[in-house]
């Protein structure tokens, strides 16, 4: 069983900027995609970006693109989630998944939590206008 740990969230500033991390963990095979989740207060769970590991592609929901960069550092199997230009609808507990499916499902849903099979406890990021 895959273990997540992330880490970085906080208050901020709107404009300001906070980096996440994800130590992941306790795998034999190395998953094949990792994302980030966020989840608002009476909000549904999105998708917010995702990497295939192996090809290092990314996705990134139109909501964060140009602003939120992810990353993997595969020597200390961390998972990284750069967060510039914050807004306060940014405003979530973020949260760190790891998935096994093949690249062509992963293609299609990478922002759907049903396809990711291991999660983090989450780490919380408030944006104050």
């Known amino acids: 069983q895959v273990q997540l740990v992330e880490s970085g969230g906080g208050s901020v500033q ?6 996440l991390s994800c130590a992941v963990s306790g ?3 190395s ?11 009476g909000k549904e769970r999105e998708g917010v970006a995702s990497v295939y590991t192996g090809a290092g592609s990314t996705y990134y929901a139109d909501s964060v693109k140009g602003r939120f960069t992810i990353s993997q550092d595969n ?11 914050l807004k306060p609808e940014d405003t979530a507990m ?4 790891a998935g096994d499916v093949p690249r062509s499902i992963w293609t299609v849903y990478w922002a759907s ?7 983090g406890q989450g780490t919380q990021v408030t944006v104050s206008s």
Do not use: D, I
Request: charged fraction near 10%; charge should be positive; include cysteine.
């Open 94 to 97: 973020y949260y760190c998944a």
């Open 14 to 19: 709107a404009g300001g900027s906070l980096r």
């Open 27 to 29: 795998y034999t095979y």
């Open 113 to 119: 939590h049903e396809w990711y099979n291991s999660w």
């Open 75 to 85: 020597a200390k199997n961390t998972l990284f989630l750069q967060m510039n230009s």
């Open 31 to 41: 998953p094949r995609c990792l994302g980030w989740f966020r989840q608002g207060p």
